[in-house]
């Protein structure tokens, strides 16, 4: 991860947002579909997660731990998606 691609993408350019983050996507859905389960709902997390990281940019502080922030950001994501899903009473049934 190249730290003028993260102030590149900070100042708004979205080229650059998508060099940072296009080569993980298929890393990160993987991630997502772990923690969740249903390849939907992970993916719907995902689609939040690079949208709320688009969003937030502007306030990490440190470029070089644009990994780790996006990460956490992913985690965080697919953790309120499982919330949901238990405050709707869905559950997982094994066939």
Known sequence: MEPSLVERA???DLGAFEALVGPEVEA???V???IIGDESEAREALQEALTAMW???PALRDPARFAAWSGRILVNRCRLTLRRRRRQGRHEVAL
Do not use: K, S, V
């Open 55 to 57: 969003r937030e940019l």
């Open 28 to 30: 990160m859905a993987r």
């Open 10 to 12: 900070r100042d708004g």
């Open 32 to 34: 997502a579909m772990a």
